[in-house]
């Protein structure tokens, strides 16, 4: 028998708290605390404690045309038809959930060799970027939280439990929720859903030394947030959903899952890196009329889902914890990923499956120079050093 | 040949093993495996730095060495690791290191037929305390005013936490800071609470009991104080100086009575904590009141049961729709009492609960002051014995087979099964 702790970070929310998994066997078996963790220091929430379960079941064997098991020729071949089409008729959508490598990697094949109209993720909201680090949210006196970011982001939110036990307040507003218990006073909106910021909590924020407003950038109230933190001068918490949310902002994709969702003018063909991780919901599902009309739609994905069963051409890919890269977490600190899995046969990592596309084009000898390439061509990344990446505390991309 | 209640000072005959108080714990673990008393040792393996400790089953003796000796920063809980995911034992002979608390939870484990202590030897460290890896590097840097990261080496002893470590020149320094100093501050420095609340300092309930407390004269900094705790402990301690894996001497009848002074001293310090700690609580509907408060920071994850070296049941009553609202956040308080009913009695203050709490309840504190008012009503001390509490009488699926027979849900109606 074999067991191991392999240190890696968390695959769901954007706070981005370390984990251990447990390797048993060649498989994971579960997770341990992983202590060391700057952000989490091994505290876990319901989803990082069943984080062994993301690598997901119903993984897919084989590349598939026309919904038909293939060889990876083949399907890279049908696949490549995508350059048949150009500028508003093509799209591609990448997983915010996918390391900063691969995404770079999607980032230069959709822009230089596909020259795609859209380039995007599939989800809402808007992007932003804060200015606290998540451990000076203890050291804020005044905390403003919109929406219900402590639930929503469980190892953020209890920053606030130490704040308040400094002597700091927790202002809320949004609905009734599990934040509005933890709040020292609260705005709640009426029953029509109409919210009004009283000037007591603005008066709050503006005498207060170090006021932060805390929200996320899918919440109801970003908007509202952000205006009010300026008018307040104060510091911005800006939380994303996804563990890489921030990472796939600044290498340069667009949240566009709202706007798919309202035009009626849908690309001819797509290329979409489907959710990996395996999550309990189907985020397909909902597009999937729209996404049918597509004439050629190309999936890459580990696990099958409602968006595979409609594709032309299903690529298979690793899965979490197969392969390699950081994430980089809302507060703008890059964590190492660690691959503590070798991936079932016939899989290839998101980049490996550009580097085929692209004729090797976009092809690295490893990490290390994805990662050197990243920090050569995207702003935010100048300064992060790839050695810092891989230590316990991560880097961060830039100085606040 | 050795026996029960013995005591040695021990060292290592390897030349591989760099122990710092002798290496025989090192020297006990890789003979045990060498000589297939076990399949494989359950150690601690150092991580990404100083700070951070990790699990890891080692099957090559060679591979023994390289585990770490003792990292304070390491606050792990080994026992439960065995039940989840080794089966409890029940195929597998292992040998691990353990710290009071991983010992008291092999124990209230074994009891409740989770884990097979027939095969597993517990090798027991003396421990003063750990401290959180975040909470050290805060408290290196604020407190000793030293970059964490410049740190090769932190110990517990006479009272202070001392870190050895590399100045800006590149010259090596010692600093050490008295431990309740650092403790007494608002910032929550020094060891975890369940730590500064603990008076198991020498396992005894492990079969050796090894630790550097005691070792006094000649000997001292180069063996390790022995204390042979079963006849399991005193055959591997037998076998492994046989095989001439270490060398053993009689302790100095000073090194007995300053060991001796070192654990009442500790004890002392461990008794003064639980009343500071527990008065923080208040009494009465004050603590009721301060309990229901701050467990109102529930999100329901469950990380406590998950962690909790009581908790075993495969149907947990905290996740029953009729007793709980599964949807509702925060739970509502008869969660927390559910828990509290069920494992109090046996809380071994291991601090799980609360160090890996996401919204930073003090659960074990909560647990722990219960346990100890339920050892002065009932008389029960779990972690120490094999004595059963009331509640870990029954195996699981017969006593909810046995309830259901009953056609009632009373649990203590007719519990020995007497005819009707």
Known sequence: MQLKYVATTCPFCGTGCGLNLIISDGGVVGVAPYHRSPIGTGKLCMR????????????IEAPTVGGLPTDWKKALTEALKLKNYSGEDLAVYTSSRLTNEANYCIMRFAKEILKAGTIGTLISGRVARGNVRINDLKKADVALVFDDCMKRFPLTGNKLFYMQQNGGKILYCGEESYTAIQADAKCIEDADGKLVISDEFKNILKEAKNPVVIYSTTGKYAELAEETAKSCNAKTAVLYDTNNGRGAAEIGFIPSLDTLKATEKVPKAMLIFAETPMFMDDIYEELGEKLSKVELLVVVASNASSLTDIANVVLPVTSFAESEGSYTNWEGRVQKVSAALTAPEGQKSPCEIIAELSGKAISYKDTAAIFADIKANIPA???????????????????? | MSAKGDMFYAWTTSSDIKGECGGAVTSFLQHALANKMVDAVLAVRRGADLYDAKLELITDPAEIPKAAGSLHCGTLLSAKMVKKYMNGANDLKIAVPVKGCDAMAFYELAKRTQINLDNVILIGLNCGGTVSPITARDMIADKYEVDPDSVFKEEIDKGQFIIDYNDADGKHQHKGIAIDKLEEGPEGYGRRMNCQRCKCKIPRQADLACGNWGVFGEKSGKATFVEVCSEKGAALLDSAVKAH???VCAPEPKGLEIRGKVETA????????RTRQFAGLGEGRERLQKMMKLTSRCIGCRACIENCPICYCVECSTAKPHLIDQNRVPPDFMFHLIRFAHIADSCINCGQCQELCPMDIPNALFMHAQQVELEKMFGHKPGYTMELPVLAFAEEANERARLHATGSDMIYENVFGEEK
Request: glycine content about 10%; charged content about 30%.
């Open chain 1, 381 to 400: 990344f100048k300064d992060v050093s790839y050695e810092q990446v891989q230590k316990a505390d991560g880097a961060f991309i830039e100085v606040i």
């Open chain 2, 266 to 273: 500790m004890l002392k310090l461990g008794e003064k904590n």
């Open chain 1, 48 to 59: 990082g404690l069943h984080a062994a379960k993301a690598v997901g079941k119903y993984r």
């Open chain 2, 245 to 247: 894996a270490v060398e």
